[in-house]
């Protein structure tokens, strides 16, 4: 079955960095584009970042340009999301998630993990 775990979450001053890893198991990780979102506490999951399956092309929400990289080793099954200058707004619970090749929705979700920028 599809499994997503993330890891490399924690607490980090503001102006910091992170890296995000998304181990992904039960598919052909190489045959699927995957996205990074966030949800912050009270407020909606959102975009982060997308990356197709072969890394040719990347995707970033406006919030994050610049500042963060989505990546992926297809080698490894890992995705990553290099996270630089970080902000406090940027406090969330980051997933990871395997889009659908035949809707183009995200079907299958990691459980999370906490990122929080002390200002």
């Known amino acids: 079955q599809v499994q997503l775990v993330e890891s490399g979450g924690g607490l980090v001053q503001a102006g910091g960095s992170l890296r995000l890893s998304c181990a992904a198991s039960?598919?052909?990780?190489?045959?699927?584009?995957m996205g990074w979102f966030r949800q912050a506490p009270g407020k909606e999951r959102e975009f982060v970042a997308r990356?197709?399956?072969?890394?040719?092309?990347?995707y970033y929400a406006d919030s994050v340009k610049g500042r963060f990289t989505i990546s992926r080793d297809n080698a490894k099954n890992t995705m990553y999301l290099r996270m630089n200058s970080l902000k406090p707004e940027d406090t969330a619970v980051y997933y990871c998630?395997?889009?659908?090749?035949?809707?183009?929705?995200?079907?299958?979700w990691g459980q999370g993990t906490q990122v929080t920028v002390s200002s």
């Open positions: 039960g598919f052909t990780f190489s045959y699927y584009a």
């Open positions: 998630a395997q889009e659908s090749v035949r809707t183009g929705r995200y079907e299958y």
């Open positions: 990356i197709t399956g072969t890394s040719s092309l990347t």
